[in-house]
């Protein structure tokens, strides 16, 4: 293992989200509230504290409306239809009808393997090569390039059978697809000769082989002088030596290269991976400055020998050339069909490589937003502003737009037109998280409480008043920022303007100033016209025979009694509003009568599984403190009651239906809490068998196995969202459970699905215990419908998320908690202009905890581009990612994986090219160059073609796949940004005097050094990899033993020991796992040991196991496309 560590030492990856962890907020005013659960709704009496400012200009905050456009009154060129918001069948439709169905997804659920529960694969490295390569065919290669085509056929449906085009597209490069590359990857490019000589560009036709030489057998490249390097940002794809002909490389350094871009001008830093940025002209490896000869003279020299005492060449970057990395050449090949990296049959020479530190570095990027954009904060009064990264810690002031931790956009600057956007095939789309957490020190939405008349609306198109909208006629009337339409102000409502035209109460009204706030509901926005009561929580304990054995029921229960105290409460009061109830099952249930009025609690069971029923109303849904003699007694009795059980066998939809019929019968919303062990195959309603064929992967039904086995589960969530019953599952699985069928009902309400496989309580208790505390604390809306409304010219046409829609606009959650996203996707309907720009209204319909109506408001203005230019300025490669990936993740649904992953590769191939074609300076065509905003969209693309879903390892169970495969659809763009490329953090460069991360390094084997320790974490898992030269004194402080061998793999924890450096990486540890959803297991990796297998699996820049490509071939498989497109 090579010892190649960063150069660079910057701030630290992230920082601690202050606050982010716990409900605190400060209300109006800044003053701490009380509320531990709750965000609390400061009563609006004018401006924000700081909030002084001198208002924005008006064209960036205000837009208007629709400049350019018919007169305001006429309203004559809105496309008809347009929206109203209502509730519960006053169904309308938002800007027209839309064109696609959206039909929700079924989902399923999915876990991330539990790498310390499934050890065998793992001392069978063989086993991973199940996955390897097939023979490549010219079937293959026309399937593929039937694949593409569809992949960039023009703006019609793609064909049926393959409905899984790219959102946009392209017309195809006609003919290009037939070009073939390197014969890396043959199943893109089934020739193993020379590259064909179909170069364009009048390059020669060695050029088409640069940035693809893997298989090349030697270097000969003229070297770059330093002279030269400010002028080469970029790159210079490796030359190669096959006799080919001369290579354009030297003529493509030899010449000053044009430095202007439309990114960021990058200098050369690819030869040298200086601190401050990284390259985005990406090329081949530097040469060693001990082969520079001659200065370019636009020929390459003759074929140099590689030798390894080249030491600048950078051979050994990747582990799979220079030092060998274990088994690596054994590894299926990157894409199946591949038989091998070095494609000749003969024993290829030591191949070249691209630098690793020259290519775009995930930690840098990062590490420059922090420097750059970590210490202001991001005011959010100016139109289309891209915001900081996830990964930098910035604070938001609300001047009229929403917060980024509320929406972000995949760009915030939008083409003008669809063909514009077709041609560039980024994905419009806007990640929401309408009910996210603030960090302590920003305040939460303020309430709006507009008394009975309730909120100000577009009379036509029914959006809620904002900041967009223009009052006119001296403050009487206002004009709809979405629709045009023209609405009378109510009397009570009205307000002077000043002479900028603005109401002279501006700064007074959060709806006219902030980009998000909150209206009280009125009775008119409640079902049956009725207010709610407050929801309730029922906690449905399986108490079958495994459930039993392995301690769970009793751990639950015991949790249980001090978790009631904590149910989410609304701001001040006193205690949560919340009732509970309770119900354990195996065959049959039983419910609990607990009663405040009871002695002891009453059990009632209805074995009538089939047609069920709740036996009992009064004293199921109870108050926690006025029943808590009798809840405590019954918890006390729970596990004695079936200590002893035989029954293995469990139901599981009757348990949700009783759920659900027991809120519909005390006429209240809620959530259900599900603990529940195995498939269920009991005789009941929704009963499953064992259908897991993992011999279907990598075939045509592979699909099937993320489709759920029965339609029944998909229309009891209907019923449950009709109900406001939120479903959240706990899964403690030892074998199959069938997650993709009973994940529909948690997904489709909005829940939450948690896995925990082969449950171990000594090991796992903790990270159940803590993620069910935080389930039960989160705060969550219920009954709830989010509608996207937009100005004209786009409309939101497709959704991806936990939830269930009806009809083609309305979002439906039985619950949506603050940790949930819900992606849209945007379309034109018409063409945008310049100075209106773009807008968004997103608007929640919701019961809180309390019981209280509200809606929550969240506005976003966009820019619009007629310059291709401005959309990639513009931006957001994590949000590009997260949409991709949530795309990609519902596409294997209903396609093939091989044709999933494909029209990803396509689609990024394409958004690259167009960059590549219309906005960079001409250059070589050996140069790849990426847009500054999206340069590392191939690496963070590779992670998620990689990703368990998409390219399973041996060790990943069907039901690890349909469980992340649900989670990432609600994953919001942080979580996917380390999900996909994990944080790794170097333990010794941990300074115990200071809060300050160390600077994280990239997720590859040669970046680790034998003696040092990490700390990795991707979300689910963190990992502490101990080299096997770390000093005694450091394993001493962090474990408590006197030595490597001494360290045991199976802790869970690490010990606490009072000595700084173990109070410092716990802490680190205890950070990271407050900044997530939910608690991470810890995993203890000591190098060389067969759990490294499973660690490695997230050094994602490096190949893996099951066949995913090193970043650095990855890269160089994107030029190849890029370069086919562009030919
Ligand atoms: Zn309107």
Not at 14 to 33: A, C, K, R, T, V
Not at 202 to 229: D, E, K, M, V
Not at 413 to 430: E, R, Y
Not at 602 to 609: E, L
Request: net charge neutral.
């Amino acid at each position: 293992m090579s010892v190649n560590q960063q150069a660079h030492a910057g701030l630290p990856y992230g920082q601690p989200q202050p606050g982010y962890q716990g409900y605190q907020q400060s209300g109006y005013g800044g003053q701490q509230m009380s509320g531990v659960h709750h965000s609390q709704y400061g009563v609006y009496n004018g401006p924000l504290p700081g909030y002084q400012q001198p208002a924005p200009p008006q064209g960036t905050l205000r837009a208007p409306p629709t400049s350019g456009a018919p007169p305001p009154t006429s309203g004559a060129s809105v496309p008809a239809g347009q929206p109203v918001y209502s509730q519960f069948g006053q169904g309308d439709v938002q800007n027209g009808v839309a064109t696609s169905a959206v039909q929700m997804q079924r989902p399923s659920a999915s876990q991330p393997f539990i790498p310390g529960t499934a050890p065998a694969p793992i001392s069978q490295p063989a086993t991973f090569q199940q996955y390897g390569p097939a023979p490549t065919s010219a079937q293959q290669l026309t399937n593929h390039m039937a694949g593409m085509q569809i992949g960039s056929s023009t703006s019609a449906p793609p064909p049926a059978g393959l409905g899984y085009g790219p959102p946009t597209s392209v017309p195809p490069a006609s003919g290009n697809f037939t070009v073939t590359g390197s014969g890396l990857y043959t199943s893109y490019s089934s020739s193993q000769g020379p590259p064909p000589v179909t170069m364009t560009h009048g390059l020669p036709p060695t050029s088409l082989s640069q940035g693809l030489s893997l298989a090349q057998p030697a270097f000969s490249g003229p070297p770059l002088s330093a002279q030269h390097r400010p002028q080469a940002p970029g790159f210079l794809p490796p030359p190669c030596s096959t006799g080919i002909g001369p290579s354009s490389y030297p003529s493509a350094t030899g010449a000053p290269r044009p430095s202007a871009m439309q990114g960021s001008q990058l200098s050369g830093q690819a030869l040298t991976g200086l601190p401050t940025s990284q390259p985005n002209h990406v090329s081949s490896p530097p040469p060693h400055p001990s082969m520079s000869g001659p200065a370019m003279t636009g020929l390459q020299g003759p074929p140099l020998p590689t030798h390894p005492s080249q030491s600048g060449y950078q051979m050994q970057q990747n582990g799979s050339f220079g030092q060998v990395r274990g088994p690596q050449p054994n590894y299926g090949s990157a894409y199946p069909g591949t038989p091998n990296y070095g494609s000749q049959p003969a024993p290829p020479p030591p191949p070249k490589r691209l630098d690793p530190d020259s290519i775009p570095s995930p930690i840098q990027v990062i590490e420059d937003d922090r420097n750059n954009r970590g210490s202001e904060p991001f005011i959010t009064g100016v139109r289309g502003q891209v915001p900081p990264l996830v990964t930098t810690n910035f604070l938001v002031k609300d001047q009229g737009n929403a917060s980024p931790r509320y929406i972000r956009c995949t760009s915030y600057n939008i083409p003008c037109t669809s063909d514009m956007a077709k041609q560039s095939q980024v994905p419009l789309a806007a990640v929401i998280k309408p009910l996210a957490t603030l960090p302590t020190d920003e305040a939460p939405p303020y309430l709006v409480d507009h008394g009975e008349p309730g909120p100000i609306r577009c009379n036509r198109c029914k959006a809620y008043m904002c900041p967009f909208m223009q009052f006119i006629e001296g403050g009487r009337r206002f004009q709809c920022c979405f629709c045009s339409c023209v609405t009378e102000v109510p009397p009570h409502y009205f307000q002077h303007l000043d002479h900028t035209g603005k109401r002279v109460d501006f700064y007074d009204r959060p709806e006219l100033s902030l980009g998000s706030y909150e209206f009280l509901a009125t009775v008119s926005y409640c079902k049956n016209n009725k207010f709610p009561n407050p929801p309730a929580f029922i906690f449905m304990i399986d108490v079958s025979y495994n459930a039993v054995k392995s301690g769970l029921v009793r751990l639950i229960c015991e949790e249980l009694k001090s978790l009631l105290d904590y149910l989410p409460r609304e701001g001040n009061m006193e205690e949560s509003a919340i009732r509970v109830g309770f119900v354990t099952y195996n065959k049959v249930l039983h419910f609990y009568n607990v009663k405040s009025s009871l002695a002891q609690p009453q059990m009632m069971v209805v074995s009538d599984v089939a047609d069920m029923f709740v036996p009992l109303l009064d004293g199921f849904l109870v108050n926690v403190n006025e029943s808590r003699t009798v809840i405590v007694s019954l918890l006390d009795q729970i596990p004695e009651m079936f200590a002893d059980t035989r029954e293995t066998e469990t139901v599981f939809a009757p348990v949700i239906q009783a759920g659900m019929e027991a809120l519909k019968a005390a006429e209240c919303a809620g959530k259900l809490f599900i603990f529940h062990t195995s498939l269920p195959i009991a005789e009941a309603p929704g009963k499953l068998k064992n259908r897991d064929d993992r011999k279907l992967i990598n075939t045509d039904k592979e699909k099937t196995l993320f489709q759920p086995q029965t339609s029944f589960y998909s229309n009891l969530a209907k019923d449950c969202v009709a109900q406001g019953c939120c479903v959240d599952l706990f899964l403690f699985p030892n074998q199959y459970l069938d997650v993709a069928t009973l994940g529909v009902v948690p997904y489709q309400t909005g829940g939450t699905i948690y896995k925990y496989a082969y449950f171990q309580l000594e090991t796992d208790q903790e990270r159940f215990l803590n993620d069910l505390r935080k389930d039960v604390q989160k705060e969550v809306g219920f009954d709830a419908v989010m509608r996207v409304r937009t100005s004209t010219g786009i409309r939101a046409t497709d959704f991806f998320g936990a939830f269930y829609m009806s009809n083609t606009t309305d979002v439906e959650l039985a619950g949506l908690d603050c940790d949930k996203t819900i992606t849209v996707e945007f379309r034109h309907d018409d063409k945008l202009s310049e100075d209106s720009g773009a807008l968004l209204q997103c608007a929640l319909l919701y019961t809180n905890c309390a019981g209280q109506r509200r809606l929550r408001i969240h506005n976003l203005s966009l820019n619009c581009c007629t310059q291709l230019a401005d959309l990639y300025r513009n931006c957001e490669t994590d949000t590009l990612i997260n949409f991709l990936a949530k795309f990609a993740y519902r596409g294997v649904l209903n396609n093939p994986v091989k044709t999933v992953r494909d029209t990803l590769i396509n689609q990024c191939a394409q958004i690259l090219a167009c960059y590549r074609k219309n906005c960079a300076s001409p250059s070589s065509a050996g140069q790849l160059i990426l847009p500054e905003c999206m340069k590392l969209l191939p690496v963070y693309l590779n992670c998620v073609l990689k990703s368990d879903v998409l390219q399973p390892g041996a060790e990943v169970t069907t039901d690890d796949r349909a469980y992340i495969r649900q989670l990432v659809s609600s994953m919001d763009v942080a979580e996917t940004n380390v999900f996909f490329y994990p944080r790794l953090l170097p333990l010794t460069k941990v300074d115990v005097d200071s809060d300050t991360l160390p600077a994280a390094i990239r997720n590859s084997e040669e970046r680790l050094s034998k003696g040092d320790m990490y700390l990795l974490e991707n979300g689910l898992n963190i990992f502490v990899w101990v080299g096997v030269n770390v000093q005694q004194g450091l394993i001493q402080n962090l474990f408590g033993v006197s030595s490597f061998n001494y360290i045991s793999s199976t802790l869970s924890t690490l010990p606490v020991l009072e000595n700084p450096f173990s109070k410092r990486v716990r802490s680190i540890i205890d950070m990271f796992q407050a900044q997530r959803s939910r608690y991470m297991k810890l995993i203890i990796v000591k190098q060389e040991d067969k759990l490294e297998m499973l660690f490695k699996h997230f050094l994602v820049e490096d190949k893996s196991m099951s066949g995913g490509a090193s970043y650095v071939d990855f890269l160089c498989h994107m030029h190849k496309e890029i370069r086919q497109l562009l030919s």
